[in-house]
Nanobody, 127 residues
């Protein structure tokens, strides 16, 4: 059973930065597991933020975070990261990492297609 644990959330001022981490156990993520970062704000649906493939390291970013966020993975540590820069109040949400094995690149899969999720970490951007 794959287990994911997120960390690194917190309160930050607009324009600030945070780095989220996602540590996996129960599976070796380098073995065809894609990793996605998602977020859910109060009253809104869960949305994809970014994802990264296992096979080719290809990445995807939503338009709202492109050029501000960077996803990465460290297969040796069985972990993934989301570096968030130039944070805005609208980035406030609970952030989740998720993983699964997919045949195609991660950009083609919606949140409800991932089977393994972390518990989430709160990110609040406020002055």
């Amino acid at each position: 059973q794959v287990q994911l644990v997120e960390s690194g959330g917190g309160l930050v001022q607009p324009g600030g930065s945070l780095r989220l981490s996602c540590a996996a156990s129960g599976a070796t993520l380098s073995y065809h597991y894609v990793i996605g970062w998602f977020r859910q704000a109060p009253g809104k649906e869960r949305e994809v933020v970014s994802c990264i493939n296992s096979s080719d390291g290809g990445t995807y970013y939503s338009d709202s975070v492109k050029d501000r966020f960077t996803i990465s993975r460290d297969n040796a540590k069985n972990s993934a990261y989301l570096q968030m820069n130039s944070l805005k109040p609208e980035d406030t949400a609970i952030y989740y990492c998720a993983t699964d094995r997919f045949a195609l690149g991660c950009r083609y899969y919606a949140p409800n297609e991932y089977h393994y999720w972390g518990q989430g970490t709160q990110v609040t951007v406020s002055s």
